[in-house]
């Protein structure tokens, strides 16, 4: 097999996947999610999963070693916005710019 079958095999095992969880998501009983606990468990994982990915991919590195660099300032420039209660878009635009800004020295 060449690695363009390989790639399309992979795409569709994870379509696969994931319709699968999703069919098994709709099987839980509506008794189960209307309980307070699944409820905030709902309600804080996707805060904590893009957390963990915000931080993987802001201090990640290919050889697993901690990276401090211009994401890490375009980070410090977001977490400054978000302090200051900045709309969503300045948070966005402040990252960018401070990581352009310090990749550009």
Same mark, same amino acid.
């Given at each position: 097999m060449t690695g363009e079958t390989n790639t399309w095999i992979a795409i569709g095992a994870t379509a696969l996947g994931c319709y699968g969880?999703?069919?098994l998501g709709l099987s839980v009983p509506? %008794?189960? =999610?209307?309980?307070? =606990?699944?409820k905030r468990l709902a309600a804080l994982l996707p805060i904590a999963l893009l957390?963990? =990915?915000t931080a993987l991919q802001?201090? %990640?590195?290919?050889?697993?070693r901690l990276a401090i660099d211009a994401r890490t300032a375009g980070l410090a420039a977001a977490a400054t916005a978000l302090l200051l209660r900045a709309p969503f878009l300045v948070v966005v635009a402040a990252a960018v710019l401070v990581t352009a800004a310090v990749r550009a020295m």
């Open positions: 969880v999703k069919l509506a %008794g189960l =999610l209307e309980r307070p =606990l699944v957390a963990a =990915l802001t201090f %990640g590195t290919d050889a697993l």
